[in-house]
C-alpha cells in the first residue's frame, strides 16, 4: 500500500497490482496527486476531510467497490466516487450510478477518458463543498476583481457584471474551455441579491440523459430501481439562489422541453412524480459551443436558446488578455500554498515573460495547470523559476499531444513501455535528467535508478 500524503484528495483501491501501476502511472503524466490500495478496506480507512474522490475496482477482496461506494455516500456524501468495470458488468456498473457514482469507467480504460472523469468528479466536488463558504471567499463587496483579471478585455466584463448581476436575468456565457466562465457566474451570484443563497452548478456532459434527469430535478422513492429514497435535484437545492447550467450545449434533446419549462414556470417534475414542483433560482448557462450552428444542425431547441440568451457574456481566451498572466500566477501560487500548507515561493522575474510568449490553447485552466505543476516539482523550494515549467523546458503542452496521437505501444510488457518512454524523454530533454524527471512526473532520484535498473544509456 502507498504511503498517505497530508492531502490525500484522490484515492485508487484496486487489487490487481499491474492494473494499479497503470493508472498510477497515468495519473502522473497527468499530474494528477493520488494514493493507491490494494483493496477498498484500506482505501475507506485513509478517507479524511481532505478526499475529493475515490477510483474503486467493482471486484475486490474483502470489500468491492459497490460497498465502498455504499458506505461513502453514507459517511463522506460530499467524495465523488468512479467505479472501474468489466465490459459484461453493465448492470452493475448502472445500479453503481443509481447509488450515487458519479460515473464508471470500463475496462480497459482508456487514459484520456480516465483522467477527465477523474479531474470532472474532483472538480465537482470541490464545487459543491464551496457552496457554503463561497460568500466568504471573494471581498466584502463581493466583486473579486483581482482573480478576474484587469486587463482591458476583462475590464469590459467587469463593467458588464456591475450590470447584470443585481438583476435576475438570465445569462448565457459563452467561451473557449479553461477561459473561467464558472469563476464568471460565480462572481455574477456573489455581488447579487441572492447571494445569500445557493450557488448550484449542474454539469450537463458529466452524466447520461437517464440520469441527468433526475439529478438535475430529483425523483421520488420507488421511480427507478435503486431509488430507495426521495432525492431532491439540484434545481430545488438552488432555490432562493442560483442554478449554473455548465455546458449546456450538451444538454439532451430529451431534456430540453422540461428545462425550457422550468425556465418559464419555475416548476418541474420530479422523476416519477406526479405533483409540479415550484422554486425560484436565476439561472445562468455557458457553453464553449457556437448554439446558433447547433440550432441550425438541430441539436438545440432555437426557443430554448432564445429563453437562455438573455444577457449574452463572452469569456476572451487567455491569448487576448496576457496582461493578466502575472496576476494568475501569483494567484495559483498561493492557492498552491494554502493547500500545500508551505510559504509561498518567490516568483522569478522572468517567469511571467516566458509563460506570456506560449500560446496558452487550454487557456486559464492550462495555466493554473501548469503553474501548480511548477510548484509541485520546482527545484528550489524557495522560489519559482523559468525551469520549472515542463512547457518551457520541454517543447510545451502540444508536442506533448502529438506524441501521444502517434501510438501507443500496445503488446508489450509495462518495463518495456516504462523503458520507452523514459528513452523518448531523455531525447526530447537533451538528455537532461532532471528536466526528464519533471516531464515523466517522478522524483530526479528516480530516474537515476531507473536509468541503471533498464540499462539505458
Known sequence: MSKRPNNAQLLVADDDDILRRLI?????????????????????????????????????????????????????????????????????????IRAGAFDYITKPFDPVELVNTVRNAMQLARQQRENEDLRHSFTETGSPVDV?????????????MGKVAPSDSLVLI????????????????SSSRRSQGTFISVSCPSLPAELLESEMFGHEKGAFSGATDRKLGRAELADGGTLFLDEIGDLPLSLQPKL?????????????????VS???????????????????????????????VIPMEMPPLAQRKEDIPDLIRHFVDIYSRTDGSPPPAIQPDVATALAALPWKGNVR????????????????????????????????????????SGFPVGQSLAAIEKLAIEATLEMCDNNKAKAARVLGIAEKSIYNKIHKYGIR
Open 148 to 160: 478576474l483579471g484587469k486587463s482591458p478585455a476583462m475590464q469590459s466584463i467587469h463593467a458588464l
Open 279 to 309: 422554486c425560484n433560482v436565476r439561472i445562468i448557462a455557458a457553453t464553449n459551443q457556437d448554439l446558433q450552428q447547433r440550432v441550425k444542425e438541430g441539436s438545440f431547441r432555437e426557443d430554448l436558446y432564445f429563453r437562455l440568451n
Open 366 to 405: 492550462e495555466l493554473e495547470n501548469a503553474v501548480i505543476r511548477a510548484c509541485t516539482l520546482r527545484a528550489n523550494a524557495d522560489s519559482l523559476g523559468r525551469d520549472d515549467f515542463i512547457e518551457l523546458s520541454a517543447g510545451g503542452p502540444m508536442e506533448v499531444e502529438q506524441d501521444q496521437q
Open 24 to 96: 498510477s502511472h497515468t495519473f502522473n503524466r497527468a499530474s494528477l496527486a493520488h494514493t493507491t490500495f490494494e483493496d477498498g478496506q484500506q482505501l475507506l480507512e485513509a478517507i479524511t476531510e481532505e478526499t475529493t474522490a475515490c477510483l474503486l475496482d467493482l471486484q475486490m477482496p474483502n470489500m468491492g467497490g459497490a460497498e465502498c461506494l455504499k458506505w461513502i455516500k453514507e459517511n463522506h456524501p460530499g467524495v465523488e466516487v468512479i467505479i472501474l468495470t468489466n465490459v459484461n458488468q453493465a448492470g452493475e456498473a448502472l445500479e453503481a
Open 260 to 276: 425550457l419549462t422550468f425556465i418559464q414556470d419555475q416548476t418541474f417534475y420530479r422523476v416519477g412524480g406526479q405533483k409540479p
Open 174 to 189: 459563452t467561451g473557449e474551455s479553461g477561459t473561467g466562465k464558472t469563476l464568471l457566474a460565480r462572481n455574477i451570484h
